[in-house]
């Protein structure tokens, strides 16, 4: 069942990954504004072929042209075909902005189309701050975002890096907005220097940079005049400039995703009915984890992490709660938020629907997870999960599912949270999303896309979070290890 549900929700095809994070690098300079003046000097448009596991599956389109004397018009166009659960799906987007002779950006327009999802933003920017309106086609939002500095839309013209940086190894502070999710970011890019790589049948002398985040790293390439000719993220996918005739012509979808990154594990499976699981976990070191908490401990020193199956209902000793699964003052996880909208009055009607004239919160979280499984239809959606629109399509795979649930729950005042991590199927990890919800002081696991409550002890969770928490397991792409060891009972 997994199989048909699980997605690579951390997918980033486009303007790099998405991510919702602040860098905490210190000892780098900043870009400053009057440094950004010469980005551009006049109008270009470049196509890049998209590649994963060496077959071309997409293309990008970038155009600049002025717009007046001091500002620039952008047009981003992508097609990408993916290959998910063994269907190919059709990925489309658009966008159009202006941006001042630095890139700063000014106003955006985005949309965003796959088979079960479709998005439109539009937003300005003031000061630092990114005000915008989003249109699912089942919720409309609107919100902010504010940067550390004037917001920086990420192009493919990055020559401000070479006015800016000279030497191997320095570093470089640039604050970034995502169109897509809407998220601002302050990467830090690294000069590797200059060396040679050959490219369709080609030898370029190329400048090496390193983009880095939560843990994530990007590599790409610039020519002397600062294009972008190649650049390679996380999960595989490779973006290289070419001529628009070949940029275009899409050959396959490429392999099945959910395999390209699915987590390979040593060790022996746990014995039936087991009430406790020990892994030992190989992952970056900066890669920013939240392994403690509720069900887990972490030994750091050994890198060994323990998990004790939940009792549910709750079980207290002596009517204490039990200090090291506390779950009690943790403001956010009652909290509506952008992709979790609990004060929603559809989504709060919804919860009183569903539980009726049931009080006790154990039995609210079971008829709201026996729900959520059995009314939303198991489909693989590309895009940004919110519980909104989820409720209306009735249709999503893990992200969707612990969406809604989280807040169907916090629309009953029940503390309710998005657990992303891996989870069991087969042969392999695969990365995925649940929910953990605060039950007598205690924290209680549950998948509302296989229908367990509390989740079995293969659910290893990484981070904790809405939209922006989760994001941060893209550290974990192709560096995590998992041993499974013989559980001490």
């Not at 000097?41 to 590649?51: D, F, L």
């Not at 489909?379 to 169907?408: M, Q, W, Y």
């Amino acid at each position: 069942m997994i199989a048909r549900i699980l997605k690579f929700f951390v997918l980033c095809c486009w303007l790099a990954l998405l991510l919702f994070l602040v860098q905490r690098d210190f000892f780098v300079s900043t870009l400053e504004s009057d440094e950004q003046a010469t980005l551009i000097q006049a109008k270009y448009q470049q196509y890049y072929g998209v590649y994963l596991q060496n077959k071309r599956i997409g293309y990008i389109m970038e155009d600049v042209r002025p717009d007046g004397e001091n500002s620039l018009r952008i047009h981003q166009e992508a097609s990408l075909r993916l290959k998910v659960l063994n269907s190919v799906q059709p990925i489309k987007m658009n966008l159009t902005a202006t941006v001042g002779n630095g890139l700063q950006l000014h106003t955006f327009e985005f949309v965003f189309s796959s088979p079960f999802y479709s998005t439109t933003a539009n937003g300005r920017v003031e000061g630092n701050t990114v005000h915008f309106t989003l249109d699912t086609g089942g919720a409309i939002m609107e919100d902010a975002v504010t940067l550390q500095g004037p917001p920086v839309l990420p192009l493919n013209q990055r020559g401000y890096l070479l006015n800016k940086m000279h030497e191997n190894g320095d570093k470089l502070k640039v604050p970034f907005f995502d169109p897509f999710s809407l998220a601002a970011r302050t990467s830090v890019i690294t000069y590797n220097g200059q060396e040679k790589k050959l490219l369709n049948e080609r030898i370029y002398h190329l400048h090496n940079f390193t983009e880095s985040y939560s843990g994530m790293q990007i590599n790409f390439w610039l020519d002397d005049q600062g294009k972008v000719i190649r650049e390679r993220s996380p999960a595989g996918f490779v973006f290289q400039a070419e001529p628009k005739f070949k940029a275009m012509d899409i050959q396959d979808s490429g392999d099945e995703l959910l395999s390209a990154v699915a987590v390979q594990y040593t060790g022996k499976l746990l014995e039936e009915n087991s009430q406790t699981a020990v892994f030992r976990l190989q992952f970056p070191e900066d890669a920013e984890v939240e392994l403690n908490g509720g069900r887990q401990r972490f030994t750091e020193t050994e890198n060994q992490l323990t998990l004790t199956k939940e009792a549910f209902p709750p079980l207290l000793k002596d009517n204490e709660f039990i200090s090291e699964n506390s779950c009690i003052g943790e403001d956010s996880t009652l909290t509506a938020s952008r992709y979790v909208q609990s004060d929603n009055p559809a989504l709060t009607a919804k919860a009183k629907e569903i539980v009726g004239n049931v009080v006790e919160p154990v039995r609210q979280v079971s008829l709201l997870a026996e729900w959520v499984y059995k009314n939303i239809e198991k489909r693989p959606v590309i895009g940004l999960p919110d519980a909104l629109t989820t409720l209306k399509s009735g249709r999503g795979d893990c992200n969707e599912h612990a969406a809604l649930f989280a807040a169907l729950a916090r629309s009953l005042n029940i503390p309710a949270v998005i657990a992303a991590g891996v989870t069991l199927h087969n042969d392999a990890f695969y990365y995925h999303a649940w929910n953990e919800v605060c039950l007598d002081g205690q924290w209680i696991s549950l998948d509302t896309t296989v229908n367990q409550l509390p989740a079995d002890l293969y659910h290893i969770r990484f981070t904790r979070g809405d939209l922006e928490g989760q994001l941060a397991i893209g550290a974990l792409i192709g560096k995590l290890q998992i041993e499974v060891l013989p559980a001490q009972e």
